[in-house]
């Protein structure tokens, strides 16, 4: 069964600074999508950035980057320029490819403070 | 346009109680689910439904009951809850059929029971 790890169950960052969100994952399939979702005190959950696992290229999304090391099974996110706006709970997620494979693999999440 | 409408945002009910939540979305999708998330917790799965079928039903207990009336709409009907069912529901809906199945999720329902 696929694993989701997120080894930090809280961050903080000042504003404007950078900060970065680890994630690793364990599978045996070579196609897949990760995904990163950010989960304010809102509740909403909000897509932040996706990558496919065949693409070598790195996801970016405005401030928002990944790091993806296929290999060591690594897909860290990197928040640029933090902003209050940027402090939620923020989910790692696994999922295969092909219709009919609807499951999400949430890693337990990692909550992001931003000092003022 | 990538939203998801959950209704109601929060619901109280007692453990006797009929209620149902609804979710809509106007994006086309042709799938939607159901999930239940703890405080603190990630999303857990419950249903899934795939162009109006009922797709997964991840063992969930027969006090939830989904329904699908129309591509555009999902239902969760709750019925004789316990007070460990108290959760936020979310609800998500991802094109169908497409090799890139991203989910975007509603605003949830936040639920406690009585």
């Known amino acids: 069964a696929q694993t989701v790890t997120q080894s930090q169950p809280e961050m903080s960052v000042q504003e404007a600074e950078t900060v970065t969100l680890s994630c690793t994952y364990d599978t045996s399939e070579s196609d897949y999508y990760l995904f990163w979702y950010k989960q304010p005190p809102s509740r909403q959950m909000i897509l932040v950035i996706r990558q496919e696992a065949y693409k070598q290229q790195n996801a970016t999304e405005n401030r928002f980057s990944v790091n993806f090391q296929k290999a060591a099974k690594s897909f860290s996110l990197k928040i640029s320029d933090s902003q209050l706006g940027d402090a939620a709970m923020y989910f790692c997620a696994y999922r295969e490819p092909g219709a009919g494979s609807y499951q999400l693999t949430f890693g337990k999440g990692t909550k992001l403070s931003v000092i003022p | 346009d990538t939203e998801v409408t959950q209704t109601p945002k929060h619901l109280v009910m007692g453990m006797t109680n009929k209620k149902s939540l609804k979710c809509e979305q106007h994006?086309?999708?042709?799938?939607m689910y159901w999930y239940k998330q703890k405080a603190k917790k990630p999303p857990e799965l419950m249903f899934v439904?795939?162009?109006?079928?009922?797709?997964i039903n991840e063992s969930v207990p027969s006090r939830f009951s989904p329904e699908c009336p129309n591509s555009s709409l999902l239902n969760l009907h709750l019925h004789a809850l316990q007070p460990e069912d108290s959760a936020l529901y979310l609800c998500?809906?991802?094109?169908?059929?497409?090799?890139?199945?991203?989910?975007?999720f509603g605003p949830g329902t936040r639920l406690l029971v009585l």
């Open positions: 439904y795939s162009y109006e079928k009922l797709s």
């Open positions: 994006m086309g999708h042709r799938a």
């Open positions: 998500a809906s991802s094109p169908g059929g497409a090799l890139q199945e991203t989910q975007y």
